[in-house]
DNA sequence: CAGTATCCCCTCCGATACTG
DNA sequence: CAGTATCGGAGGGGATACTG
């Protein structure tokens, strides 16, 4: 295989893997609310709804739903009065940590970029 | 300072850098098209066109400018007739690539745990 | 508290066509 | 080849009100 044809196929590679990640991860907000549940375990609607900014409860209550369905968070009913409902990171979900680390690194670094230190 | 405070605090600490970085790869192709740039440095408007399935070219105009804007490409323009345009990642942009490359990993252990392995 | 329901705007983005 | 211009539709997403 030509040095040629190798970039290539990593590329190819590269692009299909990171489009199975960014499916997960589409949309305006699902990075943040995956960065709520990053720090201390559990959170409840509520919480998510103060930590995410600008994010509406509309919102909130439909991202939640799809990062359930992709098992990278687990939502958990306590029988209090009134109800209670649990966020947190499934152990899938908890593999994204790193990540988001990674993510806040570069955000910082970044705007050291941009602004000047 | 209590450990609640602590977490508070790291949590408040980790969204805000995060949104800084969301803030430059907002949308639904920056990541790719990064991802483009990864493997091979230098790649012309049409490969990256080809590259990212699905995108437009008035997209990928613009989504092209905002990452020049922020300072993680570089557009350089060749006098060739017709002209040929060369998009690379800035030393800046380089920094994203172990970013990329974690999502890569991560979109292979996700289609593992949804598909089985 | 943890959501749903409804309304509606407005932005994102695709399609198509055109230019240097 | 490397874009820009224009149009139009779909749906993302906000505001508000309501429910168990």
Redesign the interface.
């Known amino acids: 295989m030509s040095p040629h044809e190798d970039?290539?196929t990593?590329?190819k590679?590269?692009?299909?893997?990171?489009?199975?990640?960014?499916d997960?991860l589409?949309g305006?907000w699902k990075?943040?609310i995956i960065?709520?549940l990053?720090?201390?375990t559990k959170r409840r609607f509520s919480d998510i709804l103060n930590?995410?900014?600008g994010i509406s409860n509309r919102m909130l209550s439909k991202e939640l739903k799809e990062l359930e369905i992709?098992?990278v968070i687990k939502r958990s009913v306590l029988n209090t009065q009134p109800v209670t409902v649990h966020y947190e990171l499934t152990e899938?979900g908890k593999?994204?940590q790193?990540?988001?680390?990674?993510?806040?690194?570069?955000?910082?670094?970044?705007?050291k970029?941009?602004v000047g230190t």
Chains 1, 2 share one sequence.
């Open positions: 970039f290539q990593r590329r590679h590269l692009m299909r893997t990171v489009q199975d990640a960014m997960v589409n305006k990075i943040a960065a709520s990053c720090c201390f930590d995410v900014v992709n098992q899938h593999t994204l790193p990540l988001i680390e990674g993510l806040a690194d570069w955000g910082v670094i970044h705007h970029q941009i």
